[in-house]
């Protein structure tokens, strides 16, 4: 029986052939690739024996990992496991900015004490989180990360490995938070049908482009009315109503943590495409517009809890 040979390149129509060997590093404990591609418009489907990590900068389209489809949005993060089949697909004129870092786990070893990257790594594998929407307030940290890492690389002065490994350990660590906040959700509604789990992890990530119930299902194949009897008996909520408190409450946290967005932006980036209908929803929901809650809260102490998508009153 001839054994077949491990793949250790990304093939996609862009970049031709990437081999983290043929950049120079042929220590498998330190092998690590990083690049941008300002204007990708596809890649075809194709799998390797690293982990990759993609940040979208910028841009729109379709990634497909796995048997799982996603609409690509800027400060996506996603993780792509060893083996794992993925492919972007080309949308209308639709291309993308994206960063691209590929890893052995290997490199990590050494800092185990710091963080288990094997541990975190193969739960990724096993309950299959590959994507995930970065919040604004943590996406300059996240691009900030990824520059120091494409320098280090490029210079590769002394100690380059350290840094980019610990930066390495930094996105896994945001990642592992991300996904434990979602956690707490699920937690927060045990006992839930399986449907309405999926619906609460659909919304937290993805509520400024979810409108209607029709997005919320879409994909799933489930009876509309069937949904909405499940969904309010397991959260006492409406879906639409339990999204606008979930909106309510990232605009709390962005008004307060994002002093330089506007009242405008703020709206946009939690899926309100109109300014008025958002100040009115946020008066009704907090008792202040959002400009009077930004000037109140940078005097004083913001409690987030107060303004949980839970602990919010019902509208005034």
Wanted: hydrophobic share 35%.
């Amino acid at each position: 029986m001839v054994k077949k040979k491990r793949r250790v390149r990304v093939i996609d129509t862009l970049h031709g052939e990437l081999s983290l060997k043929s950049r120079g590093q042929k220590n498998r404990d330190f092998q690590f690739y990083a690049g941008v591609v300002d204007r990708l418009v596809s890649f075809s489907r194709h799998s390797h024996d690293f982990w990759e990590i993609q940040y979208i900068y910028s841009g729109r389209g379709i990634h497909r990992i796995d048997d799982y489809t996603y609409e690509i949005r800027p400060h996506d993060f996603f993780i792509i496991p060893p083996l794992v089949p993925h492919e972007c697909l080309k949308t209308g004129n639709n291309i993308h900015k994206h960063a691209s870092l590929a890893f052995y786990p290997e490199m990590l070893t050494g800092l185990r004490n710091v963080f288990d990257a094997n541990l975190f790594l193969d739960a990724i594998r096993t309950n299959r989180h590959y994507r995930y929407q970065v919040p604004l307030t943590m996406a300059n940290d996240i691009e900030t990360s990824i520059t120091v890492m494409l320098h280090e690389n490029l210079l590769k002065s002394g100690g380059y490995e350290n840094i980019i490994r610990f930066e390495i350990i930094k996105l896994l660590t945001y990642y592992q938070r991300w996904l434990s906040q979602g956690e707490i959700i699920i937690e927060r509604f045990k006992g839930a049908h399986a449907i309405v789990l999926i619906a609460l992890q659909k919304m937290e990530a993805e509520y400024d482009t979810i409108h209607t119930t029709e997005d919320i299902l879409r994909g799933y194949g489930i009876n509309k009315k069937y949904f909405l009897r499940l969904f309010k008996r397991d959260t006492s909520y409406t879906p639409i109503i339990y999204l606008n408190r979930l909106r309510i409450e990232k605009s709390c946290e962005y008004l307060v943590r994002m002093k330089n967005m506007s009242i405008i932006q703020t709206a946009m980036a939690c899926g309100y495409n109109n300014v008025s209908y958002f100040n009115r929803s946020f008066k009704k929901y907090t008792g202040m517009t959002p400009k009077d809650f930004r000037c109140r809260f940078e005097k004083s102490v913001f409690d987030p809890t107060r303004f949980s998508r839970m602990t919010l009153p019902p509208p005034r």
